[in-house]
């Protein structure tokens, strides 16, 4: 069984999809028309938004929520590497590919970060540029610094 439901939360709309027992996708609402349709809520994704709202609200620093990622080999290994940042802590795009064995790849790093299905969960916000500078992010720039901020002030 697959399905999806969308849910307001800060930043606008986050959209967390599912197949059977795993989640699937964490990720913000960017076409608007994708809004009419909501979903259906079920008690799965009840659980991981709770989580999302618990984390936002910094009473959690780690989640408990079955996922599956899936992308090329080397997303994959970008996307294991970034669940190895500590909550408060960020890297740089240098240090995940160095992380990974591979220090020529910064720019795919940013590639591969873009892609990540499992946004908050699976932590690419924790990467920054070479200089700490905050580079591109999916839910917008904004949200990546007031993500960074909230876990540097409850860490």
Same mark, same amino acid.
């Given at each position: 069984?697959?399905?999806?439901? +969308? ?37 799965? /994704? ?34 294991? $590497?970034?669940?190895? /940042? ?10 995940? $590919?160095?992380? +990974? ?6 720019? $795919? +790093?940013?590639? $591969?970060?873009?892609?990540?299905? +499992? ?37």
């Amino acid at each position: 069984m697959t399905g999806y439901a +969308i849910y307001d939360y800060p930043f606008g709309q986050v959209k967390i999809g599912y197949e059977d027992d795993l989640i699937t996708l964490i990720g913000p609402v960017k076409d608007q028309t994708d809004v009419k349709d909501r979903g259906e809520k079920t008690p799965l /994704i009840d659980q991981v938004f709770q989580q999302i709202t618990e984390y936002l609200a910094g009473k959690r620093k780690t989640f408990s929520i079955n996922y599956r990622l899936s992308g090329t080999p080397f997303q994959e290994r970008v996307w294991h $590497a970034l669940e190895k /940042i500590p909550y408060g802590e960020t890297r740089s795009y240098k240090e995940v $590919a160095e992380a +990974i064995g591979n220090p020529k790849a910064v720019r $795919a +790093i940013g590639g $591969a970060n873009n892609k990540n299905p +499992i946004m908050i969960v699976v932590p690419c916000h924790r990467v920054l540029g070479a200089d700490g500078s905050l580079t591109g992010y999916a839910g917008g720039i904004a949200m990546k610094q007031a993500l960074v901020e909230l876990e540097k002030k409850n860490k």
